[in-house]
């Protein structure tokens, strides 16, 4: 992944893909103080744009409401049912007294926290929603270090952490859309489990959606001789035979209870060539190497190469079919070091 701005121009299917995840945790539980975490936030589109929405913001809520309101308070009566709400505001002092008690209600308000390993993603984010803009939606961008760390450095060294390194604050929910496959290997993507089971409140929950077969990945397996390093891009789950089964004994080794995972078949039409190009190129770890084939090279052969697992139809359009993992899984309520 090279470019934050091509990332977020051609990623609609892991926004659908997000979209569609979200729909189906819904509705979220949120009876645990605590922030949220947004692991890989990348360009920061589908945390303000998707899960902002889903996360109790109560203030938010009101002035959102309060632009509709001000035109219902002209016209008369108000009746409108807050989403969150459990009180009907019929008139405008028992709308004062709702906004009076916002500061007391608890956990009104959650602050979403996007971290990302990669420097010119969290820019990027930061740039295009600015120090207001995140202000007034109460989200975050930070760098942080790669989680993934040496594979034989000792997990349990974690446990002995006395901060949630490298998170500012401890989480009720950790979500993570589209980036745990980029783990180069099994003991990193455990690694990396485990700190985010670190980072969440005892009851809090890791809410994750990751690729599992994809033929991206099929792709940069059949070009092996031209990518140099191709092994560390190929997700860890990629030729389970069993990946449902296989991630939920990740996450209780990570020290979750309860994980629920789904292995999903999806699938996706792009257009035309021109839009599974761009797709490609969004996500491609080899176009920014310094030696062997130009990146214009390397990506003409991975779109020529994706084409053995796409279905072409007349109109130009292409298909193609991956399986996603989505799964829940919980802290224990004594989590970790606290
Ligand atoms: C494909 S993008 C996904 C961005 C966004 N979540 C979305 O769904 O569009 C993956 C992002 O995850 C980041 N990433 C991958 N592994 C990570 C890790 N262990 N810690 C933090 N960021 C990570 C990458 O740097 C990249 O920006």
Same mark, same amino acid.
């Given at each position: =992944? ?5 990332y ?15 729909? =189906?945790?819904k509705?979220l539980?949120?009876?645990v ?12 589109? /589908? ?9 109790p ?10 632009? /509709?309101?001000?035109?219902?308070l ?9 989403? %969150? ?15 009076? %008690?916002? *500061?007391?209600? *608890? ?5 979403i ?7 010119? =993603? ?7 929603? !600015?120090?207001?803009?995140r202000?007034?939606l ?8 790669a ?16 901060? *949630?390194?490298p998170?500012?604050?401890?989480f009720?929910?950790a ?10 290997d &099994?003991?990193?993507l455990?690694?990396?489990?485990k700190?985010?089971r670190?980072?969440? /409140? !005892?009851?809090?929950? %890791?809410? @994750?959606? @990751?690729l ?5 990945f ?17 997700g860890?789950?990629?030729?389970s ?10 996450? @209780?080794?990570? !020290?979750?209870?309860?994980?629920q /995972? ?10 035309? &060539? ?8 969004a ?6 190497l ?17 084409q053995?697992?796409?279905?072409k139809?007349?109109? !130009?359009?292409?298909?193609g ?11 224990p309520?004594h989590?970790?070091?606290?």
């Amino acid at each position: =992944m090279h470019n934050p701005k091509s990332y977020a121009k051609a990623n609609a299917l892991q926004r659908r893909d997000a979209k569609f995840a979200l729909a =189906m945790w819904k509705p979220l539980c949120w009876d645990v103080p605590g922030d949220v975490l947004d692991l890989g936030c990348g360009p920061g589109d /589908v945390t303000v744009d998707l899960l902002r929405p889903s996360v109790p913001s109560l203030s938010l809520l009101f002035r959102m409401e309060s632009d /509709v309101l001000q035109d219902e308070l002209k016209a008369g009566e108000y009746a409108t049912r807050p989403k %969150a709400g459990k009180a009907e505001l019929r008139n405008e002092s028992l709308l004062m007294e709702f906004h009076n %008690a916002l *500061p007391f209600l *608890p956990h009104s308000e959650r602050k979403i926290v996007g971290v990302d390993q990669a420097r010119e =993603m969290v820019a990027y984010a930061n740039d295009r929603w !600015g120090k207001e803009a995140r202000q007034e939606l109460n989200v975050d961008f930070l760098h942080i270090p790669a989680l993934a760390g040496p594979p034989d450095e000792d997990l349990d060294d974690l446990e002995n952490l006395e901060r *949630p390194e490298p998170f500012p604050c401890y989480f009720a929910k950790a979500f993570s859309f589209f980036a745990l496959h980029w783990a180069p290997d &099994i003991p990193s993507l455990l690694r990396t489990l485990k700190i985010v089971r670190r980072s969440l /409140v !005892g009851g809090g929950e %890791a809410k @994750l959606v @990751l690729l599992a077969h994809c033929p991206v990945f099929s792709v940069y397996k059949d070009l092996s001789s031209t990518l140099q390093g191709w092994e560390k891009f190929i997700g860890p789950y990629h030729d389970s035979p069993d990946p449902e089964e296989e991630f939920r004994g990740h996450l @209780l080794e990570a !020290g979750f209870l309860d994980p629920q /995972v789904e292995l999903i078949n999806r699938h996706i039409t792009y257009p035309n &060539i021109l839009f599974l190009s761009k797709a490609m190129e969004a996500v491609n770890p080899f176009l920014d190497l310094s030696e062997g084939p130009c990146s214009k090279e390397i990506l003409d052969m991975c779109v020529d190469e994706i084409q053995k697992y796409t279905v072409k139809r007349s109109d !130009g359009s292409l298909s193609g079919e991956y399986t996603l993992l989505i799964a829940t899984a919980s802290a224990p309520h004594h989590n970790g070091g606290r």
